[in-house]
């Protein structure tokens, strides 16, 4: 029996985040409209120098629209800064909807937006979404050719 209940309810997905600079950076887009909550996670791969972690909401599918910060992580002077740190944020779309209608932009689609203090870090950014219909292939292998 094949069972695939977690890969029907869930959208995961990693980011391979080596930006080669210091400025705040889009990881990958998704539309909030298919998930109910959104859990990202930042691990650190290579470095030590302090992050910027932000959950961003835009109008358009590739961030060119309006952009509003959601959220940001909080973090102790200094951290995560050892290979091996990771910190987390979570994100509800009533929580967008929320942003949305105080702003009066119709934010639809969201990304990790993370910095480094120095251009040489790198760290995978991976996102969890809780689907709002089970749908299969929600989380699918992605292969290289």
Same mark, same amino acid.
């Given at each position: 029996?094949?069972?695939?209940?977690?890969?029907?309810?869930?959208?995961?997905?990693?980011?391979?985040?080596?930006?080669?600079?210091?400025?705040?950076?889009?990881?990958?887009?998704?539309?909030?409209?298919?998930?109910?909550?959104?859990?990202?996670?930042?691990?650190?791969?290579?470095?030590?120098?302090? /992050?910027?972690?932000?959950?961003? +909401?835009?109008? $358009?599918? *590739?961030?060119? =629209? @309006?952009?509003?910060? /959601?959220?940001?992580?909080?973090? +102790?002077?200094? $951290?995560? *800064?050892?290979? =091996? @740190?990771?910190?987390?944020?979570?994100?509800?779309?009533?929580?967008?909807?929320?942003?949305?209608?105080?702003?009066?932009?119709?934010?639809?689609?969201?990304?990790?937006?993370?910095?480094?203090?120095?251009?040489?870090?790198?760290?995978?950014?991976?996102?969890?979404?809780k689907v709002l219909h089970?749908?299969?292939?929600?989380?699918?292998?992605?292969?290289?050719?």
């Amino acid at each position: 029996m094949t069972v695939k209940k977690l890969t029907t309810d869930l959208y995961v997905r990693h980011y391979d985040l080596d930006p080669d600079a210091t400025t705040l950076t889009d990881v990958g887009w998704i539309d909030m409209k298919l998930y109910s909550t959104v859990l990202m996670s930042f691990f650190r791969n290579i470095g030590t120098s302090a /992050v910027v972690f932000n959950i961003v +909401a835009n109008t $358009a599918s *590739d961030g060119s =629209g @309006d952009e509003v910060i /959601v959220k940001t992580q909080a973090q +102790a002077a200094g $951290a995560p *800064d050892a290979v =091996g @740190d990771q910190i987390f944020l979570e994100v509800s779309q009533e929580e967008i909807a929320s942003k949305a209608t105080d702003d009066g932009y119709a934010y639809r689609y969201i990304s990790a937006n993370i910095s480094f203090a120095t251009g040489t870090d790198e760290a995978t950014v991976t996102y969890i979404g809780k689907v709002l219909h089970n749908q299969s292939g929600a989380t699918a292998d992605i292969i290289s050719t």
